[in-house]
Structures are given as structure tokens and as C-alpha cells.
């Protein structure tokens, strides 16, 4: 699945690995997605621009995630798998691209997989 992303949405999951690490947790939710897709390129990120055009921004993803769920208590080491709504908001990433007929799938299909995610972390970040 990977081979068809854009390199925004490549970079947006590598960031969300980033954002695990960083918070020590031994997992990527779909609010490490959302940070990852916050975090990369620039406006021309359909995905970021829109997030952005209502508010949001890496640094309060960030804080959001911090403030729910916190530090984790050691860091990270070795892979880091993705949690099922993860897998599943990619999933339905590649399904999004699938039903628009795109030859890709890029940081706008990664958001609608995660909106598509009704209990996820990311999702309640974005309803607040």
C-alpha cells in the first residue's frame, strides 16, 4: 500500500512513528497520524490546509495528545506497530483513493480514513 502514497503522506506517517517516539508511547494511533499529517509540507498539503484553515496546527495536536493521554514511561525501541483504528483510518485512506479514482493515495485521503474513525483519538481532537 505504501508504494502509492505521495511523499507528503509517506512523510506524514513516518512523522506519526516520529511522534510515538517522542511521546514515549509503544504505539501510532491515529492521533500521531493526524500530528504527522499536521506536521509535513506546506500548504499545498490539501489535508494541512484545510486543519489549518479551521485551527489547527501540529503544536495543538500535540497538546491535545498530551493532555489526554500523556507521556508514555520509557522510550520506545524497535518498531513501533500501529494500533487497529490506525491500520484501519490507512485503510480506509486507500479505500478513499479507490472510490475518487486516484492513482495515489496522499495526506487528503489520510485525514478522510481518520474522520472515518468515529471513536479515535484524532477524531476527538478535532470535535473539541
Known amino acids: 500500500m505504501f508504494e502509492t502514497f505521495t511523499s507528503d503522506a509517506r512523510q506524514a506517517v513516518v512523522r506519526a512513528q516520529e511522534e510515538a517516539r517522542d511521546f514515549q508511547h509503544n ?3 491515529t492521533e500521531h497520524l493526524l ?5 509535513v509540507g506546506n500548504d499545498q498539503n490539501p489535508a494541512r490546509r ?11 495536536a500535540r497538546g491535545a495528545v498530551e493532555a489526554t493521554v500523556g ?11 500501529f494500533t487497529p483504528r490506525a491500520k484501519e483510518a490507512l485503510e480506509r485512506a486507500a479505500a478513499e483513493s479507490t472510490q475518487l479514482k486516484h492513482r495515489h493515495i496522499g495526506t487528503e485521503h ?18 473539541e
Open 27 to 29: 504505539y501510532i494511533g
Open 35 to 39: 500530528i504527522g499529517v499536521l506536521a
Open 50 to 60: 484545510v486543519l489549518r484553515e479551521h485551527g489547527f496546527t501540529d503544536t495543538s
Open 71 to 81: 507521556q508514555g514511561d520509557k522510550p520506545a525501541t524497535g518498531h513501533i506497530p
Open 110 to 127: 489520510i485525514l478522510l480514513g481518520i474522520l472515518g474513525e468515529d471513536t479515535g483519538l484524532a477524531t476527538k481532537i478535532l470535535g
